[in-house]
């Protein structure tokens, strides 16, 4: 089987690249190389957003995160370079659509109340009919 010069040990090519998307385990899902090992853009981007949002998450209200966070987390450099700032894009478009579902779900909560309240108000109308209380 071929190997790659830049693949870690063992890695099988797929195509022109290895696998390096998150794996799902009993436990959660866990990412199969180091960050300093990663090159695939993708998985790259998606483990950077993932760091993004934990550091915010640990940071609280006033939370600050910059390019500096993600190099002290272990990744190199030049990935900091590459896909730091497309990972903080992608992880403001996360925020701005989470922030929008929660608005949108609102409403919904509020007609799904409306349709429990009508019907449990008709099965105790029914059951009062039905036992000669009205």
Same mark, same amino acid.
């Given at each position: 089987? +071929? @190997? %790659?010069?830049t ?9 022109? &690249?290895?696998?390096? %998307?998150?794996?799902a385990?009993h !436990?959660?899902y866990?990412?199969p190389f $180091?960050r ?5 853009? #993708? ?7 993932? !760091? ?5 998450? !640990? #940071?609280? $209200?006033?939370?600050?995160?910059? +390019? &500096? $966070?993600? %190099?002290? +987390?272990?990744?190199? @450099? *030049? ?14 478009? @996360?925020? &701005?659509g989470?922030?929008?579902?929660r608005? $949108?779900g609102?409403?919904?909560?509020i007609?799904?109340?409306a *349709?429990?309240? +009508?019907?449990?108000?008709? *099965?105790l109308?029914? &059951? ?5 209380a009205?």
């Amino acid at each position: 089987m +071929l @190997q %790659s010069a830049t693949a870690p040990e063992g890695s099988a090519l797929m195509g022109r &690249a290895y696998l390096e %998307s998150r794996i799902a385990q009993h !436990d959660g899902y866990l990412w199969p190389f $180091d960050r300093p090992r990663m090159v695939m853009r #993708g998985p790259i981007r998606e483990r950077m957003v993932e !760091d993004i949002g934990r550091l915010v998450r !640990d #940071g609280g $209200d006033e939370a600050v995160v910059t +390019l &500096a $966070d993600l %190099s002290a +987390l272990g990744w190199p @450099q *030049a990935q900091v370079e590459a896909h730091g700032k497309a990972a903080f894009a992608m992880h403001e478009v @996360q925020q &701005a659509g989470a922030e929008r579902r929660r608005i $949108d779900g609102i409403p919904g909560r509020i007609a799904e109340a409306a *349709a429990l309240l +009508l019907f449990c108000g008709a *099965a105790l109308l029914w &059951a009062g009919l039905g036992a000669g209380a009205i």
